[in-house]
């Protein structure tokens, strides 16, 4: 165990991933600073109150009282509200997310599960485990109308490989005026989502889950979409009012849906939504990626250098003036 370590990488894990890997990986880009990896509670109050950062899940706000020399907590998830964020403000620590480092892995994802309902892949893989050679009809990708709600850096993510793909795309995003990478682009209220959703072979979810957008794909929006319209959401289960979605499944209102994220999640075993054959799920892997660590590692250390000569911290959520 290091003692007076500059950085403290945190004991709790995430996403099945190795602290231990995280906390090696930033030595590699840090060479000049010392890292320590908490492994203990024990360990986590010796280490912390001496450290200038501090990253993990979350930190305590008993730890936070003694972390006198603590400028920056760095989040290894991209969301935050489980960080105390008000006790953090009170002692001027800044605080940074692991933002964007998931979106090349879900846009990854999101572009084969629309390929999936376009090749009726998942009516392939029906039939081969029968040993069911028989033909069924596909469709194209090409030509059809997609519409990214979000463009954020998923959003942006996703748009970048539709590109090739000759399609159409519409972006939802709070501000239209701002433009964006989108063929067309409109604003959230439910007169331009219903008119988006109208044209839309396919919608793409990747906002975050807000008062704005929970429950944003409900009864009228899915009675909005075509039959042939598929839903693939790559962000949260609160944004789409899930029951509803059943039954626009269950009565072929639309064509499919591919989610990552469900609510509730996780979504229990005996869940209606497990039995419809045009409902593909995922476990909540999108952003899975070997390259987590060293995306992270990559914001963490510009930070570091970025406090020692007062320049702009990436992936800023609280700054200490702030505060």
């Known amino acids: 165990?290091?003692?007076?370590?500059?950085?403290?990488?945190?004991?709790?894990?995430?996403?099945?991933?190795?602290?231990?890997?995280?906390?090696?990986?930033?030595?590699?880009?840090?060479?000049?600073?010392?890292?320590?990896?908490?492994?203990?509670?024990?360990?986590?109050?010796?280490?912390?109150?001496?450290?200038?950062?501090?990253?993990g899940i979350t930190i305590e706000e008993d730890l936070l009282e003694r972390a006198e020399r603590l400028e920056l907590f760095a989040c290894t998830f991209a969301g935050t509200d489980h960080v105390p964020m008000d006790a953090l403000a009170e002692h001027g620590v800044a605080v940074t997310n692991a933002g964007g480092i998931h979106a090349p892995g879900i846009a990854e994802q999101s572009i084969a599960n629309m390929l999936v309902f376009a090749r009726n892949l998942h009516e392939g893989w029906r039939r081969k485990q029968n040993n069911e050679w028989r033909h069924f009809q596909s469709h194209e990708f090409t030509d059809s109308t997609v519409t990214v709600v979000g463009l954020g850096s998923i959003g942006q993510e996703v748009v970048k490989r539709l590109e090739g793909f000759g399609v159409e795309t519409i972006g939802i995003r709070y501000t239209p005026s701002k433009g964006g990478p989108t063929d067309e682009v409109l604003g959230f209220d439910d007169e331009e989502i219903?008119?988006?959703?109208?044209?839309?072979?396919?919608?793409?979810l990747a906002c975050p889950l807000n008062d704005l957008t929970r429950n944003l794909v409900g009864a009228d929006e899915l009675a909005t979409l075509s039959p042939n319209a598929v839903v693939v959401n790559a962000a949260r289960g609160g944004i789409i009012d899930t029951d509803a979605l059943v039954g626009a499944l269950q009565s072929n209102a639309i064509r499919g849906a591919a989610l990552d994220v469900t609510e509730p999640e996780p979504l229990p075993n005996d869940h209606e939504l497990w039995d419809l054959e045009n409902c593909l799920i995922t476990p909540h892997t999108g952003g899975h990626t070997p390259k987590h660590w060293d995306r992270l590692a990559d914001i963490v250390a510009h930070n570091v250098h970025a406090l020692e000569e007062n320049g702009g911290l990436q992936n800023v959520v609280l700054h200490p003036e702030s505060s």
């Open 1 to 55: 165990m290091s003692t007076n370590p500059d950085i403290v990488v945190l004991r709790e894990g995430t996403e099945g991933l190795s602290m231990e890997s995280y906390a090696e990986t930033l030595r590699e880009r840090l060479s000049d600073y010392s890292v320590a990896l908490a492994r203990t509670p024990q360990e986590e109050r010796e280490l912390v109150p001496q450290a200038q950062i501090v990253t």
């Open 194 to 204: 219903h008119d988006a959703f109208a044209r839309s072979d396919y919608v793409v």
